[in-house]
């Protein structure tokens, strides 16, 4: 955390490592929250007002899977479904 002095106000710029604690300090007042469309779809947050932020900015998404194990036959459908999903969507802006 950093924070300095500015005429009579004190500021803190915090940066945090996960969606929902950024969220739940926003909620408090403490500041803004800025998250990806990706991470917070389909959550209600209530009392809380939600605005997209101009220029949009790039996300990369990735899988995670253990290194020594293969995916099942679900799973790597599921990646191409996805894979293909994401395709559609960059050709589509």
Known sequence: MHCYVQ???V???LL???FSVAISLAQRGLGIAL???FSIGGCHFDGMA????EPEILVNVGVI????????????QFVEILRNSLKQIRKSL
């Open 7 to 9: 005429w009579y106000k």
């Open 11 to 13: 500021s803190c710029d």
């Open 50 to 53: 939600i605005e997209p932020f």
């Open 65 to 76: 899977y253990p290194r020594f194990k293969s995916l099942s036959t679900s799973a790597q």
């Open 16 to 18: 945090v490592n996960h």
């Open 35 to 37: 998250v990806d469309d």
